[in-house]
């Protein structure tokens, strides 16, 4: 019966296609020192300048332009909300933008030592986005119609984001 609330997971039937991960592309983003806006109402708010970097990936490469940014909150719970919105210049010249919107956590001694520009491995905290493609280049209208997710590693002066296409 519909909007029954006792039902098991064996009365409700499975969609057949299960979801797989195709590499899209590693990037490797130079970021400026953080501006640190203060305690606000949400959290902490902190501003990144994006100087610069670059991407590569079985079907697309180029370089990451600076002028783009990452809004940060750190909560009142520790955790990281990061969204930042960028564009990356492709080998053949096309433009295409990036809206990135994530979560970053982690044991709060390895947040600090990360906040403090220590080296943290990636696999000691939790660092996961999901961008949001837009161009109006032909060759690549298809980012436009994918989903995407991505794991983040945070270093001193930049960020390494590799995506990956949901199939």
């Not at 299960?18 to 953080?34: A, G, H």
């Not at 203060?38 to 970097?53: F, L, Q, W």
């Not at 002066?157 to 296409?165: G, K, L």
Request: hydrophobic share 35%; proline share 4%.
């Amino acid at each position: 019966m519909i909007g029954e609330t006792n039902m098991t997971v064996d009365q409700i039937p499975m969609v057949s296609v299960i979801p797989s991960l195709r590499l899209l592309y590693t990037s490797r983003i130079e970021i400026d020192i953080p501006l640190c806006l203060g305690n606000t109402r949400y959290g902490e708010r902190r501003i990144i300048h994006i100087k610069g970097g670059a991407f590569a990936g079985p079907r697309l490469s180029g370089r990451v332009l600076s002028g783009g940014a990452d809004w940060q909150i750190i909560r009142h719970d520790g955790i990281t909300e990061v969204e930042a919105r960028y564009t990356l210049e492709t080998h053949d010249g096309c433009l295409i933008y990036v809206h990135n919107w994530g979560i970053r956590r982690g044991a709060k001694e390895v947040m600090e030592r990360l906040a403090s520009g220590g080296k943290v491995d990636p696999s000691e905290y939790y660092f996961r986005t999901t961008p949001i493609f837009e161009t109006g280049a032909p060759s690549y209208e298809w980012l436009n119609g994918l989903i995407a997710i991505a794991s983040g590693e945070r270093r001193v002066n930049e960020v390494i984001i590799t995506v990956y296409e949901v199939t």
